[in-house]
């Protein structure tokens, strides 16, 4: 069983930096593409950024390209979200989530596991 747990989140004004982790425990990590979604109240959740299973290859929705970051580190079995430049718009709960095959991608019914969320709100 994989266990996803995100933390990180909180009240930013807008401008500002947020670094969202995601840690990963239950099965081999390193051989996942994780992704960050997102969702807004109202709104059907998001694609944010996907990272693949090795770490070199990234992809980002057009939303959020230039600002956010995602990353991974193997040995701590973690992916994180450098967010930075944050707009309202931002304000959402972000999941992290991990797709088995280790590919990369926007859909989220790609993905096996998903952590619970963590809120991110961002004033203006």
């Known amino acids: 069983q994989v266990q996803l747990v995100e933390s990180g989140g909180g009240l930013v004004q807008a401008g500002g930096s947020l670094r969202l982790s995601c840690v990963i425990s239950?099965?081999?990590?390193?051989?996942?593409?994780m992704g960050w979604f997102r969702q807004a109240p109202g709104k059907e959740r998001e694609f944010v950024a996907a990272?693949?299973?090795?770490?070199?290859?990234?992809y980002y929705a057009d939303s959020v390209k230039g600002r956010f970051t995602i990353s991974r580190d193997k040995a701590k079995n973690t992916v994180y979200l450098q967010m930075n430049s944050l707009k309202p718009e931002d304000t959402a709960v972000y999941y992290c989530?991990?797709?088995?095959?280790?590919?990369?991608?926007?859909?989220?019914?790609?993905?096996?596991?998903w952590g619970q969320g963590t809120q991110v709100t961002v004033s203006s």
């Open positions: 989530a991990a797709e088995s095959a280790g590919w990369t991608t926007e859909w989220a019914d790609e993905y096996d596991y």
């Open positions: 990272i693949s299973w090795s770490g070199g290859s990234t």
């Open positions: 239950g099965r081999t990590f390193s051989s996942y593409a």
